[in-house]
């Protein structure tokens, strides 16, 4: 008989207001500074969890507030047999993730024999290798659930997502606007649970449903450790604690279903600590054994939690605290320093053992993060870098830092203004070193020694023009950086003015490598520039979409090519910069180049999903409409063959010379 753990357990912390998922929320500080007491608490009545939270919330109201949203990559050998169509899998890439064996939730996944897809709201199981007999075998969709991504372990495929369902885009064919099928980017309604599906694949043609969760809140992120998913939801309070009128509450207790079988979570199941947050978000965490089959669920109120960093033993929730500005909100109140003035995170861990999920504790540094790679955990240090202060503010400037705190997040020791008016646009922390990236007129790349936690360093410092945005280990002593090109003598009148912002200066996509082999002294060994201004790529702000593997010297990254005519640059000369100089689009696809430190960047090709009509929109179509569903988002390699995927097709090409060999349509 099946066992079945089903916990539920809550920790309610006075927090911020959630927006679903990465986004910054600006709030007002409820209570004075001094006033907690760190301890955990609980309710004895439903009755006291809604006076708790009316008060908290009238506490929020009553400051004239405003609130508002403003890698590893592993290489797995099973064959020595890497020949195209060979009988057996050979060598194949993963998910590119920050912290070797912790997996992510991702769009599209292989085992070296199958890919598993998401498109169009469907999962798509396509027997890819060998790749001449390569065909969709199984789709899996579910009623009534916007799938997000998946994971894939062994015979089982987990789905995540949320229940509710997209509407897509509308499309332009043959200049008439048309209805696609459903597209990741709008809600025809609001997110109601967290959707989780577990499928043994036993036999991949014939999936079959072996664990189904549903949980209150929308879905926030996941990761995939040994045999255990941890999985991330939160809600917002006000969809627990209804308004009837300006006086009136009513409450409704979140609830978990697992399976048929559904639980309220209990009063005194839930606890808060009196750290400064506004509570007006629940968050629930989910460990799920894959093994097994068990269940524990634990629900803390964490508030927006927009940014989660998990290593191999902790998750680390992270959420931006603003604190109120006069200039901002001019209720007529007065701050007593500028320390209170001062944007912070706000940090929550909670460990993860084998499925068990614990609050460990909370903390608190000056300035926002980045992202994720903001973030991490090294020998029971946990290491932040923030950027803080703003440069639109009267007196004000921004500046960079880096934090240390022990296995308690109680701060060690610091570095701080860091690059005074930059801010952070990459960063990286790679063993007892960290890498950053700052930004306004050129791009100060700093190496900092961490190997003491009590006494961290920056050991150098290398000035190029542009920026790098994703910063990705090539080895010990080289490391790759995705941004831009930036040219400061565009507009150079206005570039060197305090706090300007000058896009005109930002030419294509960058490339980079960077040898920090002398620490001290960082040097940009190659690089290349692809297109004009207006060049993008998903690489920039999502890492998955990055491929690179030192052995096979090989590096892959989607682009949307813009580029600009010689009469478009003549016409911006003879004005003098009056004259818009922005790029067209002219291709959408994949970059594929060989990678060396004797040859650096050595270009081999591109491949793309779209027809010569579809490369021939405007850029007013492109910008106007969003991706196309043959925009490439994913590639990966079996083998000798390269794989790049879009939500219209899979497509396989011979890595030796990228000459096509077959293509698979999902649509």
Known sequence: MEKKTTQITGILIVSLLVCTSLVAVITLSPQDKGAYTYKLNTFDSYDDLQSFLEKRMSSGRSQDGLFYSPNVMISKESSNDAAVGGELPPSYSTTNVQVAGVDEPDIVKTDGTYLYVVANNTVYIIRAYPVFEATIVAHITITNVSISNIFIRGDRLVVLGNTGMYYGYPLLEDDMMVKSSPRPGMWWGGVFQTAVNVYDLSNRAAPSLTKEIRIDGGYFDARLIDEYVYLVATQYTYNILYAVDNTNYTLDVPEIRIDNETNSISPDDIYYVDVPELSDTMTHVISLNLDTNDVVEKSFMLGSSQTMYVSRNNIFLASIHYPYYPILYDSGAETNSAAENQETTILHKISINTGDITYIAQGEVPGVILNQFSMDEHNGFFRIATTSGNNWMENSQTSNNIYILDDTLT????????????????????????????????????????????????????????????????????????????????????????????????????????????????????????????????????????????????????????????????????????????????????????????????????????????????????????????????????????????DSMVKMNNLEDLSEIASISLT
């Open 411 to 646: 701060q060690i020791s610091k570095i701080e203004n860091i690059a005074p008016g930059e801010s952070i646009y990459a960063a990286r922390f790679l063993g007892d070193r960290a890498y950053l990236v700052t930004f306004v007129q050129v791009d100060p790349l700093f190496t900092i020694d961490l190997s003491d936690p009590f006494n961290p360093r920056i050991l150098g410092e290398l000035k190029i023009p542009g920026y790098s945005e994703y910063l990705h280990p090539y080895d010990e002593t080289h490391i790759i950086g995705i941004g831009k090109e930036v040219d400061p003598s565009i507009d150079a009148d206005l570039v060197h003015t305090p706090g300007a912002i000058y896009y005109t200066a930002i030419l294509g996509l960058k490339i980079a490598l960077f040898d920090v082999s002398d620490i001290e002294n960082p040097v940009e060994q190659a690089k290349i520039v692809i297109g004009d201004r207006g060049t993008d790529s998903p690489a920039l702000y999502d890492h998955k979409a990055f491929l690179f593997d030192r052995e096979k010297q090989l590096l892959v990254i989607p682009v949307s090519l813009y580029e600009i005519t010689q009469e478009v640059k003549d016409r911006y000369v003879d004005s003098e910069g009056a004259e818009t100089l922005y790029g067209d689009f002219t291709f959408q696809g994949a970059y594929v180049y060989h990678l060396s430190l004797e040859d650096g960047f050595d270009y081999q090709g591109r491949i793309t999903h779209q027809s010569p009509e579809q490369m021939q929109h405007t850029e007013d179509y492109y910008w106007y409409w969003g991706s196309s569903s043959t925009d490439i988002t994913r590639t990966l390699y079996i083998g000798d063959v390269l794989y790049t995927i879009s």
